[in-house]
């Protein structure tokens, strides 16, 4: 009765494309979703649907380093027992959340929302360089760490950082190399991840 692109109600059919609109996530995996959902308590799914958009509507980007928070500072910027001196670049908030977790870092951050990738249309105004290069032209920093991803991307937008910031003089330091090449910070265990902060090296270029 019905096929393949087909759906006993319009509301089923939507809440499948919005899935399905998840990386990640096909058509099949998308329905198993929706279905699941309906299984549940009205209540359950508002609440779901809530916190949609609550993320859409109150999430916003730290001022100083662009992870994202509830107001305009996110909390390690604003506490004042970091290393305010020290600036760890990063590919996305999930790198952030990977290396606090380590416990091993205890600085500040700076979230690119990406690295350089012409493929992918993906080029240096498209990502949080210029609000870097604006962090370090007020002062204060002495050394930048690039932990970016370990593959021609990340070596490529790390290249192209210290191209920009070498002006003012500061330390550029990325991982050591306990990261393999092409691994990515999220899915590298905290023991690995926190050798490679504080074994960290000046950057070779």
Do not use: W
């Not at 509830?70 to 506490?79: L, R, S, T, V």
């Not at 929302?113 to 007020?138: F, N, T």
């Amino acid at each position: 009765m019905f096929g393949a692109d087909k759906y006993p109600s319009t509301a089923l059919r939507d809440a499948v494309e919005a899935f399905s609109s998840l990386p990640g996530v096909g058509s099949r995996s998308a329905l198993r979703l929706a279905l699941h959902l309906l299984r549940q308590p009205s209540e359950r799914i508002h609440h779901f649907a809530d916190s949609l958009n609550h993320l859409a509507d109150d999430v916003h980007y730290c001022r100083h380093c662009m992870m994202v928070c509830d107001g305009d500072e996110c909390d390690i910027c604003a506490d004042r027992s970091r290393d305010h001196s020290t600036i760890c670049v990063v590919e996305s908030v999930r790198d952030v959340m990977s290396i606090e977790g380590t416990a091993q870092y205890f600085g500040v951050y700076h979230v690119l929302g990406g690295v350089i990738s012409p493929l992918e249309g993906i080029g240096p105004s498209d990502i949080a360089i210029r609000e870097l290069v604006d962090r370090l032209s007020r002062g204060g920093v002495s050394e930048v760490i690039l932990a970016l991803r370990g593959d021609v991307e990340g070596d490529t937008t790390s290249l192209y950082i210290h191209r920009q910031i070498e002006k003012f003089g500061v330390t550029v330091t990325t991982l050591a190399r306990g990261l393999g090449f092409g691994d990515a910070l999220e899915y590298a265990d905290p023991l690995t991840l926190g050798r490679s902060i504080t074994g960290r090296q000046p950057l070779k270029i």
